[in-house]
């Protein structure tokens, strides 16, 4: 077994008592209190396109949860924005349909809500790992598959890196189909998901939400954190 491979799995188990006690008590950080977000809008970097970060973009309504994707680019490690590209970038696309772009797209999606409500949380960051969880309940019938969506985010005050705009960057994603009702103690969707090298842990927080077949969004949430969750 590759002794990366080994570290990973012994952080994990290291990490797996402290979840399970943080989902059985309380998190630090939980979407709970918070307005759940009406619309979902997402925006797509290439990696290759610099500049592209750095461009102005129009600021989404207020009640929207926004959402930052750099995509893997032609120029791989060489592309000016691969520090933070990440492989999933591409899997969003495809489950929207959407080409990968030469520069940058943005999608925004309205959030069904009423009947349907996710709920995420995560605990504290240790060894470089976090402890995360996406709920999902409907009070009305739904047709499978559902897909439920965990993206692990920075937020990025403007300025950052020559942003004239805040950014929510994607730095981890979970995403499986999961049940319209949960039964588990811990969620539909959970697990202790990597903090790539460079990200702030003062700064993260959680974005989740699911879709139906037809990729209609039913349900988003967005985390807060606590003071200690902060530290």
Not at 66 to 73: A, R
Not at 217 to 229: F, K, N, T
Request: charged residues 20%.
């Amino acid at each position: 077994m590759p002794p990366t491979l080994v570290r990973r799995l012994a952080a994990c188990a290291a990490l797996l008592p402290a979840l399970t006690a943080w989902a059985q008590e309380s998190a630090l950080c939980t979407s709970d209190g918070r307005p759940a977000p009406r619309a979902l809008h997402e925006r797509f970097i290439n990696a290759d396109c610099a500049p592209c970060w750095r461009e102005a973009t129009p600021t989404p309504p207020p009640g929207t949860g926004v959402l930052d994707w750099v995509i893997p680019g032609h120029l791989g490690d060489d592309a000016p924005l691969s520090a933070v590209a990440r492989r999933e970038a591409l899997q969003r696309l495809a489950a929207l349909h959407l080409p990968v772009p030469e520069r940058r797209a943005e999608r925004s999606s309205t959030v069904q809500g009423g009947p349907h409500h996710v709920r995420v949380s995560r605990g504290p960051v240790f060894d470089g790992y976090v402890g995360a969880s996406l709920t999902f309940d409907s009070r009305a019938p739904l047709k499978p598959p559902l897909t439920g969506w965990l993206a692990l985010v920075e937020l990025l005050p403007a300025g950052t890196e020559g942003s004239p705009v805040p950014r929510v960057l994607m730095r981890n994603l979970l995403s499986d189909t999961i049940a319209a009702h949960n039964t588990e103690d811990m969620g539909q969707l959970w697990r202790p998901m990597n903090v790539p090298a460079g990200a702030q842990a003062s700064r993260l927080q959680l974005l989740g939400w699911v879709s139906d077949a037809q990729g209609h969004v039913l349900a988003a949430a967005e985390s807060s954190c606590d003071d200690a969750g902060q530290r």
